[in-house]
């Protein structure tokens, strides 16, 4: 679980409910100054929200680059139906592809996904490439999680079977490694975190949980792809071991980050570094021609936040 350092956002970036054809998804929407040098939409993973990225709007927007972190559908403040079905991989998919269409108004937008989010976004890819400028995998491997982490996808989607959520975040916190304990995290980020827990769906967790454990090895269909792609991590990650995540990035040709001093959560755990890659990767993969001048209209109507 990424636990933000904060919930401040920064200048020129807004939290609204972004309009698609696929519905309302909460967003964190941050511009840039002057001129844009393109759009990225980012996904985020397991137990997350889009407070994971929050560290990166200033310096990503501050570069030049529109960026907007998305709330899935049943994840903490976008809503979702209390139905399995409706975490469908290909219902996810379905509404990343509206998110971009919403957010390009028409242009390709790099896409970045973190962790789950990883595996949603090179779905995403393989549907509909030309809707993308680039795709940044950050801590996502090539297939199903580490055997480790398999176990406790297990011991959560039986606790979420059997207990009420309340029940299940205190007995996911007796659990927490005492590391996990910071004494300085701020009471308002321990209260976020209850609070997310609790917003998201219990359908929306148990379906993609048991994606993370039976995802397939998906790396060679993905190469096929003609796309700038980038592989992203910390030095160390539980969830996959960062050899994995070495291998998959030869297999696709793509360029190769790994971020001193992080593990899963990268954007948390250094996020100028993170944001330094993220901004040299995206320049390289080239700016989209026609992408909406400073200081223009948002693309689409916004409704209150949930």
Known sequence: MSRPPHLDLPPRAQAYALSTERGAFA????????????????LPGFTGSKEDF????????????????????????????????????????????????????????????????????????????????????MSAGPGAVAESQQARLRMLTEALAAWEMPEVWRAMRQLDPPEAADASEPPVVQEFLQRRWLATRREQLTCTARQLMTEEDRVAELAEVALPMHVLSGAVDYVWPVPRMDAMAARLGAHRTVIAGAEHSPAVDRPAETARALIAFWRAAGPRPGDRAPGAARPNPRTPAP
């Open 27 to 42: 967003v964190h929407d941050a511009l840039p100054e002057g001129a844009t040098a393109g759009t990225a939409l980012l």
């Open 54 to 137: 929050i560290t990166l709007l200033a310096p990503l927007s501050e570069a030049g680059f529109r960026v907007v972190a998305v709330d899935g559908r049943g994840q903490h403040e976008s809503d979702g139906p209390a139905d399995e079905s409706a975490y469908a991989r290909v219902e996810l998919v379905r509404d990343v592809l509206a998110q971009a269409a919403a957010v390009g108004d028409g242009r390709p937008v790099h896409l970045l996904g973190h962790s789950l989010g990883g595996l949603i976004a090179r779905s995403a890819v393989l549907r509909e490439p030309a809707a993308f400028a680039s795709l940044t995998l």
